[in-house]
Each structure stands twice: as structure tokens, then as C-alpha cells.
């Protein structure tokens, strides 16, 4: 994983977790980045950009039941979702009074906010835009024992109040000293 060869620049470190790391990309405002309907892709982002957008940061195992699925208003058609539900084995980051131990969350797809506009946009205004996502290639299972990024979700109820931070935004659980120095390193 991370860039060829070739387009690394003079003097800077590649490491197996992306680009260099002084050149990191700043939060991207999704709902600026669109292409058409049809012409939808991922923007890959490394590890060290994950963690550096993930204000919480836990290890989480299954919950029962595994998933609750929602209807979340949206203008004059309700958008259909799936939340994950996890239980938290351990906090890695999190604000003072965040999640805790043993709590069961419930937690919606990157993005979420945005495709609630964007399923918003088109059944109310027939307008076919899909924003460019955010994805993180860490390849952990959806299941088990594994490291959650996550972030603040603006949703109305039945949504959640966290998403993932990053589409595939999941990392096993061995790679979590590798998340614990990108943390000290910032």
C-alpha cells in the first residue's frame, strides 16, 4: 500500500500506512466534492489521516442485535439505513464525559449526513449528484473484535449521533500500537 515509487517526493519518509506523512490531506468537505450519479469513487486516505479525523477512537466487539435498521426523515421520502451495533471493550480517545466501557453504540455509515442531503436532493429536487467519499482501505472485518474511528453524526432521531469517520473506517486490532503512536505523534 501507499504511493509508487515515483511519485514519492525528495527527503520525505514513505511508510506502509500511506503517503508521507507531512503531506497529509486536510479534512475534505465532502459536500463540496461531486461527481455524477454514475461516476461515483472512493478518495482513499492512509491510517494517519483516519486517526487524525477520528475524535474517538475505540476497540469494540459485537453487540445483540448486530445491526438496527431506521428510517430517517428526509423531506418527502424517509432514507433507509442500517446502524451497527458494538459494545466498547476499550476507549482509546475520546472527549472528557465520551463513551465508556461496556456501553453499546450504535454507530451509522461515513458520511451519513451527506447522503441523507444528497437522498434528500434527489427525491425532492431530481437532482443525481454523488459527493466522492472518504475511504479508509484497512481491510478489518465488520465483525469481532476490532479498532472503530469514529466521529460526530448531525441526524435527526432514529439516526445515530456517531458514524464511522471514514468509510471502512475499522481496523484490526493488532495494528492498535501502530494507531497508539500515530495518536502520540500528533
Same mark, same amino acid.
Given at each position: 500500500?501507499?504511493?509508487?515509487? %515515483?511519485?514519492?517526493?525528495?527527503?520525505? /519518509?514513505?511508510?506502509?500506512?500511506?503517503?508521507?506523512?507531512?503531506?497529509?490531506?486536510?479534512? #475534505?468537505? @465532502?459536500?463540496?466534492?461531486?461527481?455524477?450519479?454514475?461516476?461515483?469513487?472512493?478518495?482513499? !486516505?492512509?491510517?494517519?489521516?483516519?486517526?487524525?479525523?477520528?475524535?474517538?477512537?475505540?476497540?469494540?466487539?459485537? =453487540? =445483540?442485535?448486530?445491526?438496527?435498521?431506521?428510517? !430517517?426523515?428526509? %423531506?418527502?421520502?424517509?432514507?433507509?439505513? $442500517?446502524?451497527? $451495533?458494538?459494545? @466498547?471493550?476499550?476507549? @482509546? $480517545? =475520546?472527549?472528557?464525559?465520551?463513551?465508556?466501557?461496556?456501553?453499546?453504540?450504535?454507530?451509522?455509515? =461515513?458520511?451519513?449526513?451527506?447522503?441523507?442531503?444528497?437522498?434528500?436532493?434527489?427525491?425532492?429536487?431530481?437532482?443525481?449528484?454523488?459527493? #466522492?467519499?472518504?475511504?479508509?482501505?484497512?481491510?478489518?472485518?465488520?465483525? %469481532?473484535?476490532?479498532?472503530?474511528?469514529?466521529?460526530?453524526?448531525?441526524?435527526?432521531?432514529?439516526?445515530?449521533?456517531?458514524?464511522?469517520?471514514?468509510?471502512?473506517?475499522?481496523? /484490526?486490532?493488532?495494528?492498535?500500537?501502530?494507531?497508539?503512536?500515530? #495518536?502520540?505523534? $500528533?
Amino acid at each position: 500500500r501507499g504511493a509508487p515509487q %515515483g511519485d514519492q517526493q525528495q527527503g520525505q /519518509k514513505q511508510d506502509e500506512h500511506g503517503p508521507p506523512l507531512s503531506g497529509l490531506p486536510s479534512p #475534505i468537505d @465532502v459536500s463540496q466534492r461531486v461527481g455524477g450519479a454514475s461516476q461515483v469513487h472512493p478518495l482513499p !486516505i492512509p491510517l494517519a489521516a483516519v486517526v487524525q479525523n477520528s475524535p474517538i477512537i475505540v476497540v469494540v466487539d459485537d =453487540a =445483540a442485535p448486530a445491526f438496527r435498521d431506521v428510517q !430517517i426523515p428526509a %423531506g418527502s421520502t424517509p432514507m433507509s439505513t $442500517r446502524l451497527m $451495533r458494538v459494545r @466498547v471493550v476499550e476507549v @482509546v $480517545r =475520546a472527549p472528557v464525559n465520551g463513551v465508556q466501557v461496556e456501553q453499546v453504540l450504535e454507530v451509522g455509515e =461515513a458520511h451519513l449526513d451527506t447522503m441523507l442531503s444528497v437522498h434528500q436532493m434527489y427525491y425532492d429536487e431530481n437532482i443525481a449528484e454523488s459527493p #466522492i467519499y472518504e475511504t479508509y482501505e484497512g481491510g478489518a472485518p465488520n465483525a %469481532g473484535l476490532r479498532v472503530m474511528f469514529l466521529g460526530p453524526c448531525t441526524i435527526p432521531e432514529p439516526g445515530p449521533s456517531l458514524c464511522l469517520s471514514a468509510v471502512n473506517a475499522i481496523e /484490526k486490532t493488532e495494528n492498535l500500537p501502530t494507531v497508539r503512536q500515530l #495518536i502520540d505523534s $500528533r
